[in-house]
């Protein structure tokens, strides 16, 4: 009776490796439901994990791309490598085919790059992008990774948020940028107030030197997902005054284009 009880070792093997698959699947689940940078222990607290195993699982995700550490801090994010992973998803879902027209459109008539993100923690993931032929670019493409509090296109997505969630995250950025925290708060107050005023969010040679980015927040689908539209380039010498005159006013079009043909499909991501 007793022998009959024993699993043989090939069996346990199996059993572990599925139960350590299954923890590592339940850790990233963890870390897209919180949108949020996340450390072991909230990661136990989240999935009821042993913090040992715990530990063990996300050195493990680190290794193989699939989290980054935070710099300066303790906590995790969603790494780049994930996003091949989807890749497939995005480029069949109703959502791409419907923006695909709408963005090159836009792309192709003011010489730029064009990006709809959304946000991953306290950055912005690009899940749709197209450019113009001729046109120097960031190097960035569906998959990208971008920091939310000093673009464009996460500043928008915050001017985006409903007010209590915003703040919550402007305090994560105050606490993550450390000695920098008074700049980055400035730079987003400033972007509010060229929203109010001008109803898009610019930013000049911040996030890479000779390049602009601006961007307006959009709420896509049946849910009305908020997610950010984006234009951008490297530019040597560009103004506010050509971002008004020459990018505003088809980027707030595109924007408009985007929710009318988006609003009876599913976007959430």
Known sequence: MLSSQIQPEGERDIDDTM???????EVIRAFRAARVALGNVDIVKRTNIPKASVSRITSTLISLGLLVRVPGTRKFQIG?????IGQAYLDAS???????????SLADELGV??????????????VAYRKSENISTL????????????????????????ESERDKVIEQIRVASGTKAEQRLKGISDAF?????HGICMSIVEYQ?????VAVPV???QARTLMTLNAGAVHEAVTREYLLDVIREPLTRAAQNLEKVCQDVDCSL
Do not use: C, E, K
């Open 19 to 25: 139960l350590t698959v299954r923890r590592g699947i």
């Open 80 to 84: 780049t490598r994930p996003l091949s």
């Open 94 to 104: 109703p959502m791409a085919r419907l923006v695909t027209p709408v963005m090159q």
């Open 113 to 126: 790059s064009s990006a709809i993100a959304t946000r991953a923690g306290l950055q912005m993931l690009y």
């Open 139 to 162: 190097r960035l493409g569906v998959g990208s990774l971008l920091p939310l509090d000093v673009t464009s296109v996460g500043r928008a997505y915050l001017w985006g948020m409903n």
């Open 193 to 197: 107030t060229d929203l109010r005023t």
């Open 209 to 213: 030197p000779d390049a602009f980015g």
């Open 219 to 221: 709420y896509l689908g």
